[in-house]
């Protein structure tokens, strides 16, 4: 039989709670499925910081490093928001990224059928499904170029820097128009060329890279153009790929658009099979040890973790079934509806795994 090494990254707030659900979800599909699991626990984030100082321990990456994949909750909390910036939770998140070379960043945007009413946009303009990739640049841009404090005339001032190289620039280009190959066929590329010089670099490389793609098409959006495209006609997209800081913007947009926060997935992937899985919320402090967590997106990035790192297709295929299924009678509080049973994040995570043993 198989055997597979996962490390989970629980984290902060909430994060334990929903890794639970997610890790009894992959128990479940590796007995059907034929394969075992070993876990590892290792500490990331406000976590780490109160066990050992630092936000991300050198013994996590080398936990990280020695296994087939990494499941994380989320970082953060109140608790940390006073460090400074290299000692919070999410400088660890940063770390974490960096140290595993996972640059691609996919966060689909997708509608299940029975949560369309959760949508804010009306239902003509969603119609039958809405199914957005965002391809995010994960470990290059002003999320780690030069920054500091300095003083412009007499006055404190500050400054972090946009950069990318042309390397990577063009392999992010070829993880979106991959994927695309595999969905619709359109790439839309989402840069500020009309003002910086570094999108203005990223438009011409992605154009380079798309010549060796002649069957997928492509079309370029200014940001703020595409920040109101994704209200105004969001179907118009297929995968949209972009730097670190406009894919961390707009995937929180498209996420609302899909309904909740609290149902979309992530996957970080680096040029191996090593991959990082987790939810693209937060750790809610506000909500952690309630038991009202949703555990849904955590669930489903334990899916993307089958997909992509373990190769498992129909394993995965199923884990979205199940959700899918769940969401027609019970729900979370944060998307709870009249005519639902209202579940707790633990319950929730039971009535998927119920599903899939049927
Ligand atoms: C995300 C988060 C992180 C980011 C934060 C927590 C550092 O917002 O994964 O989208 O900005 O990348
Ligand atoms: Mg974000």
């Given at each position: 039989m198989k055997n597979y090494k996962i490390t989970l990254l629980k984290g902060d707030g909430i994060g334990p709670e929903i890794v639970e659900q997610?890790?009894?979800?992959?128990?479940?599909?590796?007995?059907?499925?034929?394969?075992?699991?070993?876990?590892?626990?290792?500490?990331?984030?406000?976590?780490?910081?109160?066990?050992?100082?630092?936000?991300?321990?050198?013994?996590?990456?080398?936990?990280?490093?020695?296994?087939?994949?990494?499941?994380?909750?989320?970082?953060?909390?109140?608790?940390?928001?006073?460090?400074?910036?290299?000692?919070?939770?999410?400088?660890?998140?940063?770390?974490?990224?960096?140290?595993l070379g996972l640059y691609a960043n996919l966060r689909p945007a997708v509608i299940f059928g029975p949560l369309k009413s959760a949508s804010p946009i009306k239902d003509e303009i969603i119609g039958d499904a809405l199914d957005i990739m965002v391809v995010r640049e994960l470990t290059g841009g002003i999320y780690f170029g030069e920054r500091g404090r300095r003083e412009v005339n007499g006055q404190p001032a500050a400054f972090d820097t946009e950069m990318y190289t042309v390397p990577e620039i063009q392999r992010i280009a070829r993880v979106a128009f991959d994927v695309a190959r595999k969905r619709n066929k359109k790439v839309t590329n989402v840069d500020k060329a009309n003002v910086l010089e570094s999108s203005r670099l990223w438009r011409e490389t992605v154009l380079q890279v798309a010549e060796e793609y002649p069957d997928v098409e492509l079309n370029h959006l200014y940001v703020d153009n595409a920040a109101m495209q994704l209200v105004r006609n969001p179907r118009q997209f297929d995968v949209i790929v972009t730097s670190n800081i406009f894919g961390d913007i707009l995937s929180d947009e498209a996420s609302q658009i899909a309904g909740s926060i609290g149902m979309l997935a992530s996957a970080s992937l680096s040029d191996g099979s090593l991959?990082?899985?987790?939810?693209?919320?937060?750790?809610?402090?506000?909500i952690a040890g309630k038991g009202i967590a949703n555990p849904l997106a955590t669930i489903l990035s334990a899916g993307m973790l089958l997909r992509y790192s373990l190769g498992m297709e129909k394993a995965a295929d199923e884990i979205e079934a199940a959700v899918s299924a769940v969401l027609e009678t019970a729900r979370t509080p944060d998307i709870w509806e009249e005519g639902c049973r209202k579940v707790s994040t633990a319950e929730m995570g039971d009535l998927v795994c119920q599903l899939l043993q049927k």
């Open positions: 997610a890790v009894k979800v992959l128990n479940v599909q590796a007995e059907k499925h034929d394969f075992s699991i070993d876990y590892t626990d290792a500490l990331l984030g406000g976590a780490a910081i109160d066990a050992t100082g630092l936000p991300l321990p050198e013994e996590t990456v080398t936990a990280c490093k020695a296994s087939d994949a990494v499941l994380l909750g989320a970082v953060g909390g109140y608790k940390w928001d006073t460090l400074p910036g290299n000692l919070r939770p999410e400088a660890g998140l940063l770390g974490i990224r960096a140290a991959g990082l899985y987790e939810p693209i919320h937060g750790s809610a402090p506000d």
